[in-house]
């Protein structure tokens, strides 16, 4: 009970803090900051996880790279996705996986915590 | 050792990207290389525990009727202290272009079977054995709008669906996967009644079947800010009947997202899960996230971390909860140049008698299409050195 108590006092402490506004032009891009970034990559089911899924289990670092602005990292989603349900995540530098931090809903894939994209 | 210095070299040489690179109609020819490398420090660098060096020759070639590739692997391992060349994937599609389409193709180590859920996919990829990945596709489509496929993996596994169109009302569609005797069937869609959609889940396996409902787009708050919508949940299946809702927070202009998720058994009420969490951006640039989870009253997990990701240097905190055990770690970055992260972080068990104390370096580049990482890791005692080097050359 005392953690449910130190975790409301936290989340209501977050909420009372000072945001960062987003710079989120419209909803079809994804927005990602990491400053010290090399390469972020958007990955997801429309483009079979950067291959992760096939036969290497490797990503090719030239699918999903995100566009860089002093740390500010977006990329558009396809255009022609059909309306559902779509599993992605942000890849850094190869390396690490990072859910969305704009989008609450979250899955898992391949161990990993990864965002659930609507489009309806 | 020094392949990765080799890469991370590269890696500083080079230039910022800044486009979005997308699949190209033409011919595609390139090579990726691969090399992974790790070792029990205690014992030595000779003594490695893995060390591969795998390059991947591509070719795709892509047109609006027909799109090919193929993929083999040329691989040398320490413990074969052979070169072995294997084939990896090779496919062939052919497509009727526009609508009505129809298309058909042949691949292997392309496609696995994968049904889509809600929140879970009823069906994961590699949650079937694909020793023989072998496929045959058969693609359809145009029939009032309606698409459907059937891939035939060997002579015992297929994986089927047909979608509808969007009906301008809502769109359904039906996904199935029969490997020998076991036969899994979802369908599922969702209707658009303009102030609520109804998204709806049948999952049939064998003679079990289970029902899954939402109802989408019901926001109690809308502004230029936030968003704020809650989602109603019902799960049914043979022995459970489960009732949740879930709010979800999402920021506009603002860098902020919050969830809080309640379900509930019917049956059970002390079979509960309580969810909560929140991810924001301060002003002073310092990336928050929280997360809780309690299932059945019982089993509680908590994580509340900080991370503070500027360049050149950056640190950052987390501290996990376990029921009654907690762990905390400390994470220092630094950035000597764009695209090259040093990350150093230290962690321990918030308990005197049981500290478990470890310690995790990890330096980590990525540029254009070179990534490289070198990781070290010192736990209960035991030092382990890890490597890892890609590199995509067209």
């Known amino acids: ?120 | 050792m020094i392949a990765i210095f080799l890469a991370l070299a590269l890696v500083l040489s080079g230039q910022q990207i800044d486009t979005v690179e997308e699949a190209q109609d033409g011919l595609n020819l390139g090579l990726l290389f691969h090399t992974t490398a790790s070792a029990d420090l205690h014992n030595g660098l000779k003594t490695l525990s893995g060390d591969t060096l795998v390059v991947f020759p591509r070719g795709a070639f892509r047109s609006d009727w027909v799109q090919l590739s193929a993929e083999a692997a040329v691989s040398y391992s320490a413990d074969s202290t052979s070169t072995e060349i294997e084939p990896v994937s090779a496919g062939a599609f052919f497509r009727w272009p526009g609508s009505p389409w129809i298309g058909t193709g042949v691949s292997t180590g392309l496609i696995e079977p994968f049904l889509p859920g809600f929140d879970v996919p009823v069906r994961e990829w590699r949650n079937y054995d694909m020793m023989d990945s072998s496929v045959v596709t058969i693609e359809a489509g145009g029939l009032l709008g309606f698409q459907g496929f059937w891939n035939q993996f060997g002579d015992s596994l297929s994986w089927y669906g047909v979608r509808s169109p969007w009906l301008g009302f809502g769109t359904v569609g039906w996904n199935g996967i029969r490997e020998d005797s076991s036969l899994v069937e979802i369908f599922s869609g969702f209707l658009d009644l303009r102030k609520v959609q109804p998204w709806f889940l049948f999952v049939k396996e064998n003679s079990q079947w289970a029902y899954l409902t939402e109802l989408r787009e019901m926001e109690l708050l809308r502004n230029r800010s936030f968003t704020i919508e809650m989602v109603p949940r019902f799960y049914y299946e043979e022995d459970s009947v489960q009732i949740g809702l879930t709010g979800y927070l999402r920021g506009k202009d603002r860098a902020v997202s919050a969830l809080l998720n309640v379900s509930v058994d019917a049956a059970d009420g002390s079979k509960t899960f309580l969810a909560g969490g929140m991810d924001l951006l301060s002003e002073a640039g310092i990336a928050w996230s929280v997360k809780a989870e309690l299932e059945n009253l019982e089993t509680f997990y908590g994580r509340v971390s900080g991370f503070y990701r500027s360049s050149p240097a950056g640190c950052g905190g987390a501290v996990e909860m376990f029921d009654d055990s907690l762990r905390a770690t400390a994470t220092a970055l630094y950035t000597p140049v764009p695209g090259v992260a040093t990350e150093l972080s230290v962690m321990s068990n918030l308990d005197s008698n049981n500290p478990e104390p470890g310690c995790l370096l990890r330096i980590f580049g990525a540029r254009d299409d070179f990534t490289a990482a070198v990781t070290v890791q010192w736990r209960d005692g035991l030092t382990t050195l890890g490597m890892e080097v890609s590199a995509w050359i067209d």
């Open chain 1, 1 to 120: 009970m005392d953690r449910l108590i130190a975790l409301s006092f936290l989340l209501c402490s977050f909420s009372c803090a000072l945001f960062v506004p987003a710079e989120r032009s419209d909803t079809d891009q994804i927005v990602f900051h990491y400053q010290a970034a090399g390469k972020v990559q958007l990955i997801g089911d429309w483009n079979n996880w950067g291959g992760i899924t096939g036969a290497t289990s490797l990503v090719d670092p030239a699918c999903g790279v995100m566009t860089n602005d002093n740390g500010i990292w977006t990329a558009s989603l396809p255009d022609d996705l059909q309306r559902g349900r779509y599993r992605y995540a942000l890849l850094v530098n190869g390396v690490q996986f990072y859910p969305d931090p704009f989008n609450p809903e979250r899955t898992m894939f391949n161990e990993q915590e990864v965002s659930v994209l609507i489009i309806n």
